[in-house]
């Protein structure tokens, strides 16, 4: 059984749309108190709940009808990534956001496939954080892009292990994480020191060369071969 709506975040706050609705699940309420101050003040954002284990969670959830749930993964009863894979069958419109103290390496594959739209760790700033929800809320992914660059190495592992990835050019692949993050093209020719034009060209080729034509196909396919990887980076 789903839950009914969509948020609509086609216009500005100042033009009509609501806030975003934000469901808080964490397992400390310091935790949740600390989050409560960092957005409420945003007037994009609107914290409509607190969840304190896995099971009263779903049961907010599917209460509250939340935009999107942050969620911790590491919870008592039932943890983030089985409640983010029960919502996800329920209703596949309803966004996710895990956050956790720890990288969860080797667990990249179980994160993406439970239908969480990003994956952030707690040490993310404030402004980070406000900025991913939104992201997430429109529709976006959100990977740390100090996650996204530990995995250039393991990428270049993997590539063996699927023929369409050896087609992949360099700046291909540079194009393909900026993707994953949920740059936009012009935050993308910001980095790499090219054009929006050619982000755009580097775009449909990958698309192409993959055979893959979402954001959210390119983001698994960067996710399950290394590209996005659950590490944390010191810099």
């Not at 209703?91 to 956050?99: A, D, E, R, T």
């Not at 990003?118 to 040490?123: A, C, E, N, Q």
Request: proline share 4%; aromatic share 4%.
């Amino acid at each position: 059984m789903g839950f009914s709506g969509e948020t609509n975040l086609s216009t500005s706050k100042l033009g009509g749309a609501r806030p975003i609705r934000v469901l808080l699940a964490d397992d400390h309420p310091v935790v949740r108190w600390g989050l409560t101050c960092c957005l409420s003040p945003d007037e994009r954002l609107m914290v409509i709940g607190e969840a304190a284990d896995g099971l009263e969670t779903l049961r907010k959830a599917r209460e509250l009808l939340p935009d999107v749930i942050l969620m911790d993964i590491d919870m008592p009863g039932l943890n983030g990534l089985s409640v983010t894979e029960t919502l996800h069958r329920e209703s596949p419109q309803l966004k996710v956001l895990l956050f956790s103290m720890h990288p969860y390496i080797g667990h990249v594959d179980r994160i993406l496939k439970s239908g969480a739209r990003g994956f952030l760790l707690k040490d993310t700033r404030p402004t980070d954080l406000i900025a991913a929800i939104i992201k997430v809320a429109s529709g976006g992914t959100c990977f740390s892009p100090t996650i996204a660059r530990q995995a250039l190495t393991q990428f270049a592992q993997n590539q063996a292990s699927d023929p369409r990835a050896q087609n992949l050019t360099a700046r291909e692949r540079d194009v393909l994480i900026g993707i994953a993050e949920g740059l936009s093209n012009k935050a993308m020719a910001t980095r790499l020191g090219i054009s929006a034009r050619t982000i755009e060209t580097h775009r449909s080729h990958i698309m192409r060369k993959l055979n893959i034509h979402t954001v959210a196909g390119l983001t698994r396919y960067a996710v399950s071969h290394g590209l996005i990887a659950m590490e944390k980076l010191r810099d």
